[in-house]
């Protein structure tokens, strides 16, 4: 047969309709390719073949008997390490919580077994998801599957990794700052941040909970469009997921190509093709601005001058947030204790000081530091009046632009232990993705060309609130008019 590993999530669900194919043997040829290329690509840090096995015998059950639940039944989706799967481990690539067995399902993982999706594997992240190359993780490496001496980005690098190296067609990853769609960028692959509250965080480790969201990533965005659908719901678990039914985006994947007279009008932030941005990346944004043009879009330069305060608000909030949130790993609930623990104090502390990382420690500390009495005016408060700004910055480009246009990354892909030592380089790079998060925005990021290295570019399209669907089609139909998406790394 025909290698089953790159084609995307729809073909595979035609095929297991046609009954061309069954869900258990997809689901071993990911298991396959996982032993055979993920010695060197590192992307799952657990994976129970027996548990996905039995998944993907079920749904080949319900298919004889008539009875599939929905057009992901019997498709395999890999899990970034910080969801709750029940009965799997829950570490977030942290040592903290490496023994930890989780006792529920997130609601975006109920919600993909209520379709018969198959839910396997748990994929390395930055420990707690702070990071942007997935090099904070405690457990293990992950090589982009481009070159294998680059990060594959992150913090989701571990889902960017195993859907562009073909083992697996779809993976959830969550978005504080860009933790989604960085990845994808990096790694050639389609990754989106829906709208903030179209997802449930119940059962998602909390990072910095106002920021972030569960999303799809994968090698199209058909199906991506199709794996939100699946998980967005709303959610008595969480209160800041949206009531009421959204609309859901696959049905509209095409829209934008049949609607092509329609003038969309596309707004490229001119702070973002500055001098600084490297050429070819420069070069990809504006022949994707080009093609949209030509395609019955309009495109103007706008101005969003708030955004060059986007990286210090949320380095602000995000660690004033991280620092409360991660309270709770004391090494009295969840977590490891430490042995050396003999009181009450040195419980917390000498458990902490062994469980985290220097990233998780350094976030933390910032966060304590940025929340204190004395410096919460100057610094938080601040932040979050500068996180007002950028949002009202937004609502006006908006009565504008349908669009907002920009790249995804300053960069492509950078190679392994170049900014460790240098956590504010690192930071700086999530420039282009932070925005969205503070201002609650749908973002998706997806293949626009290539860099002269032959590292993969991503392009972003930010849309207002619950501009979700639109973002999936102004996304399908660039990718149909080209071949980005479906090329894939050679080499592995
Ligand atoms: N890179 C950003 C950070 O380090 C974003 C992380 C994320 O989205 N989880 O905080």
Not at 135 to 149: C, F, G, M, R, V
Not at 163 to 182: H, K, Y
Not at 396 to 415: G, H, L, R, S, W
Request: glycine content about 8%; hydrophobic content about 40%.
């Amino acid at each position: 047969m025909e290698s089953l590993n790159f084609k995307t999530a729809t073909e595979l669900s035609e095929m297991l309709s046609r009954k061309t194919v069954s869900a258990r043997e997809i689901m071993q040829a990911q298991l396959d390719r996982i032993a055979e290329i993920d010695g060197e690509v590192g992307a799952f840090i657990s994976v129970d073949p027996r548990d996905a096995l039995a998944q993907a015998d079920a749904s080949d059950a319900r298919r004889a008997a008539g009875t599939p639940l929905s057009a992901l039944d019997g498709i395999p989706v890999a899990i970034k390490d910080n969801i709750a799967v029940a009965n799997q481990p829950l570490s977030c690539a942290s040592k903290i919580l490496e023994k930890f067995v989780s006792p529920y399902d997130a609601t975006v993982i109920a919600n993909l077994k209520k379709c018969g999706a198959v839910v396997f594997g748990r994929t390395n992240m930055d420990e707690f998801a702070m990071g942007s190359s997935t090099e904070n993780s405690a457990l293990k490496k992950t090589s982009n599957p481009w070159n294998k001496d680059c990060v594959p980005g992150g913090s989701s690098g571990g889902s960017a990794a195993a859907v562009a190296a073909g083992m697996c067609p779809l993976a959830l990853g969550s978005d504080t700052g860009g933790s989604i769609r960085q990845p994808a960028s990096f790694c050639g692959i389609v990754g989106m941040k829906p709208t903030y509250g179209a997802v449930s965080r119940y059962g998602v480790t909390a990072f910095a909970s106002s920021l972030e969201q569960v999303g799809p990533m994968a090698r199209t965005a058909a199906d991506a469009a199709l794996l939100l659908d699946a998980i967005a719901s709303p959610d008595m678990h969480d209160s800041t997921a949206l009531p009421g039914a959204r609309e859901p985006a696959f049905p509209r994947i095409d829209d934008f190509s049949k609607n092509s007279g329609k003038k969309l009008r596309l707004g490229i932030p001119k702070e973002y093709l500055a001098g600084t941005l490297p050429a070819d990346i420069q070069n990809a944004v504006r022949a994707a601005a080009a093609w949209y043009e030509a395609h019955g879009c309009e495109i103007c330069e706008i101005s969003i001058p708030s955004l060059e305060l986007a990286i210090p608000a949320y380095y602000i909030i995000a660690t004033a947030e991280a620092s409360s949130n991660l309270a709770r790993f004391d090494g009295i609930r969840y977590t490891r204790r430490s042995k050396e623990a003999t009181d009450a104090i040195n419980i917390f502390s000498k458990s902490r000081g062994e469980g985290f990382g220097e990233e998780v420690k350094r976030r933390i500390l910032l966060g304590s530091y940025v929340l204190s009495a004395g410096y919460y005016d100057a610094y938080y408060l601040r932040a979050q009046k500068v996180r007002t700004l950028i949002r009202d910055d937004f609502g006006k480009a908006f009565e504008n632009v349908d669009f907002v246009m920009m790249p995804t990354t300053p960069e492509t892909a950078f190679p392994r232990g170049g900014k460790t030592e240098d956590p504010l380089t690192m930071y700086l790079g999530d420039v282009c993705t932070v925005p969205a998060n503070l201002a609650g925005l749908p973002a998706i990021s997806f293949p626009c060309g290539f860099s002269a290295e032959n590292m993969p570019i991503g392009l972003q399209l930010i849309g207002r609130q619950l501009a979700d669907a639109e973002l999936f089609s102004a996304a399908r139909a660039f990718e149909l008019a080209h071949d980005f998406s479906s090329r894939v790394p050679a080499g592995i």
